[in-house]
């Protein structure tokens, strides 16, 4: 378990709604939210000078091991959303994730939860966080130009 | 709330996992599962004389209010799954199902969660479950000829 | 090129449609209909006696190369529909497969269209077509007992 | 049939690959591309002072009536893409739009194709396109300022 500093651990993603993400009662269907914190996950590691794919290519693997989500208010077509997305904990096998998605225009909340990501080798067994990984969770966000 | 009968409430549905719902690790994708556990709440109703899609036409939707979920191991393209699916809760504006999916070939447990849904009409308000539904919900599974 | 024979080289396979692949539209959304050929594909190997799968832990992969489709009418959640497949050309290394997508309630054509598929291996690079492969694109459908 | 400015018919969008949009084979699965070209349109249009949203809010919908991809090459997990899209045909009651999908950092063509969208309304009737649609698609790109 790391210490983890509230104000550096927190990153949001806008993302906006695709129509291919809706569903027939004409909101966005609920495992929709799943790949926007995924999105948001990759952002989150990326302004801290991590490239997921890079991880990838190595055998490193953050797989989802628990979700919970609630679900607030309804998101539609073509809104913008941010993902405000934090470090909640680090284990030694494993870390957690919290979210809030939130319309930004108007704030109000969408959908709140906590993915649980354990760290897995390209044979799927279970790893322990190296010393590199738990100094890149730590890490607050660096200013990035442009989008 | 209702009395709710474990050995009626339980219903299995199997899925074949397409390669679409699969990931660069190969495995399924986890928001694939969403998806699994919808399929089997529908079969779940269509077991117990109720057709969700006629519910949605009426404007009647459950809608996805919260998900937990747990992955114990992963799923394979081509993999037949079991979703056993159990009404869990029944509430005044609210149910809740559970699920466990197994992989068919060697029973071993995949993933394992629960959704609660909330009945909502078309303009999205909250309403409460009439008589009509929780009979329905109430009912045993009826036995079903063909697949 | 091969010859194929019409009436050997067709497979119907059956899809209900799920709540998620509809849209805002209240229809299927239109990328659904490429997870339903990709489905069929692989019952219709099946069907050879070839599981897609362990071709696919060989290296040897069915690359969609070109796809066509037309959208003649609009399927809804919940619709059964069959999913008409032929193999429609075979060259040195690619196949065609030809569909139609036909709601079972009723017969409407809903979309038809054709997949081009390019054999590649693992590293991607293009492959000519083995003699087993031919042997196995070039066999009836067996009967299946069951689902 | 209207005169098409090729000059001003042309926007690119970008788009970062999603982990989600990838399948077993390590790459962008064939089917993702259809919504990086659904995304690019509801931009080509909000360029030209059209939000999609408004119009499927009002019961005009462009849907999707034929299809035609060719791909050229694999995206793979995080990659960014320019979807640059040009407005192909107007007809009477439709549209078409041609893409080519480019991966940004080294000009790659990945995908290329072309979507045929009818004008149908909420009653999923086919209508003919209105004067101030036609204007709208003739428009030229706006600059816009921001991402």
Do not use: N
């Not at 993400?21 to 000078?49: C, F, K, N, P, Q």
């Not at 607030?72 to 994730?97: I, K, N, Q």
């Not at 649980?116 to 799927?124: C, E, Q, S």
């Amino acid at each position: 378990v790391i210490p983890i500093d509230p104000a550096s651990s927190r990153t949001s993603v806008r993302v906006r709604v695709r129509f291919a993400e809706t569903d027939l009662m004409g909101i966005v269907h609920h495992a929709s939210y799943l790949a926007y914190m995924e999105v948001a996950r990759v952002e989150w590691l990326r302004r801290r000078g991590v490239t997921y794919a890079t991880w990838a290519d190595q055998g490193i693997h953050l797989a989802v091991a628990e979700v919970s989500l609630k679900y607030r208010a309804p998101a539609r077509f073509d809104d913008e959303l941010d993902v405000e997305t934090s470090l909640g904990e680090v284990r030694a096998a494993s870390v957690r994730f919290d979210y809030r998605i939130v319309r930004a225009a108007d704030g109000t909340l969408c959908t709140e939860g906590a993915t649980r990501l354990a760290y897995i080798d390209h044979t799927l067994s279970l790893r322990r966080l190296s010393p590199e990984m738990i100094e890149a969770l730590a890490r607050a966000e660096r200013v990035i130009a442009g989008s």
